[in-house]
């Protein structure tokens, strides 16, 4: 497998939105997820997508966030609208081999990781 490698965080206002992308070259077969960390707390899941196509999210980001992938499965993208502070936090691309663990929103269950891109909202 190649590197996950994540790009398209900065900073915004509350309100706005971002768009992260996380190259994942050889990641066809394999379940994708997108993490967040913020200072002092623990990684949390934000959304994951089965090797299938099927997403699932966070209750915290639900009709704020996408999930999609392109037509290979070579980039797998997070769309951000609405943010809020609580958004604020270091973004990890992440993946594990077959289909999405039944608590996808654990970073126990994925192996594979990017190094991070940091999401700064203001209020």
């Known amino acids: 497998q190649g590197q996950l490698v994540e790009s398209g965080g900065g900073s915004v206002q509350s309100g706005g939105s971002l768009r992260l992308s996380c190259a994942a070259s050889?990641?066809?077969?394999?379940?994708m997820g997108w993490f967040r960390q913020a200072p002092g707390k623990d990684r949390e899941g934000v959304a994951a997508?089965?090797?299938?196509?099927?997403?699932t999210y966070t209750d915290s980001v639900k009709g704020r966030f996408t999930l999609s992938q392109d037509n290979n499965r070579q980039t797998l993208y997070l769309q951000m609208n609405s943010l809020k502070p609580e958004d604020t936090a270091m973004y990890y691309c992440?993946?594990?081999?077959?289909?999405?663990?039944?608590?996808?929103?654990?970073?126990?269950?994925?192996?594979?990781w990017g190094q991070g891109t940091q999401v700064t909202v203001s209020s």
């Open positions: 997508m089965d090797r299938d196509g099927v997403a």
């Open positions: 050889r990641y066809g077969s394999y379940c």
């Open positions: 992440a993946a594990v081999r077959g289909y999405c663990p039944g608590s996808w929103w654990s970073p126990n269950g994925f192996n594979y």
